[in-house]
């Protein structure tokens, strides 16, 4: 059981956009916007996209964005492109004793 | 170029050890936190263990504490995962990554395979 809790898949079409949820409890959460993003695609090792709750790496798509609100944090991706299908995965640093924690995962399927 | 490559993996039988290896290359290794991450076949990712700079300061998730030893020799950029009492559960695919801003991991290897099985 992971301590964020994330939607098992979502799907969209391209040039839409969709949003992943990303919900814990406030102690999964520490206060100092420590939220970060993932993509995988299969076999590969996971992709920074979001840091500090909202900021993009660079050579990060802008079409990424992150944002959060009390004790959910989202990931949404506009303008989605097939390449983009692959899953993804939160993580936050905790004031829990687990010092770090991540999401169980979003598949994101490009229909 | 910025890399990460792990070695050490392998077939262990339970209650076995095995230490894990992450070469760092093309950063100043000894600036960063430095993090190991898991993902067990067809799982997701979970968080194992980090160092700071210094390894003045050691974190490890709660089923890891005991068994595991997470160090690092910064005069040979490299980051290590001494792994003891080895469990079928613990099968995964290591991965070593860099924290970066925000504690991010923004640099990861390819992974090392740990199978624990009898």
């Known amino acids: 059981q992971s301590a964020l809790t994330q939607p098992a898949s979502v799907s969209g079409s391209p040039g839409q956009s969709i949003t992943i949820s990303c919900t814990g409890t406030s102690s999964d959460f520490d206060g100092f916007d420590t939220v970060s993003w993932y993509q995988q695609h299969p076999g590969k090792a996971p992709k920074l996209m979001i840091h500090g709750v909202s900021e993009r790496p660079s050579g990060v798509s802008n079409r990424f964005s992150g944002s959060k609100s009390d004790n959910t944090a989202s990931l949404t991706i506009s303008g989605l492109q097939v390449e983009d299908e692959a899953d993804y995965y939160c993580?936050?640093?905790?004031?829990?004793?687990?010092?770090?924690?991540f999401g169980g995962g979003t598949k994101l399927t490009v229909l | 170029e910025v890399q990460l490559v792990e070695s050490g993996g392998g077939l262990v039988q339970p209650g076995g050890s095995l230490r894990l290896s992450c070469a760092a290359s093309g950063f100043s290794f000894r600036d960063y936190w430095m993090t190991w991450v898991r993902q067990a076949p067809g799982k997701g990712l979970e968080w194992v263990a980090n160092?700071?700079?210094?390894?003045?300061?050691?974190k490890y998730v709660e089923s890891v504490k005991g068994r595991f030893t997470i160090s690092r020799d910064n005069a040979k950029n490299s980051l290590y995962l001494q792994m003891t009492y080895l469990r079928a559960e613990d099968t995964a695919l290591y991965y070593c990554a860099r924290d970066g801003m925000s504690f991010a991991s923004d640099v990861w290897g390819q992974g090392t395979t740990v199978t624990v099985s009898s």
């Open positions: 993580s936050s640093h905790a004031r829990s004793a687990t010092f770090r924690v």
């Open positions: 160092v700071n700079q210094d390894e003045g300061d050691k």
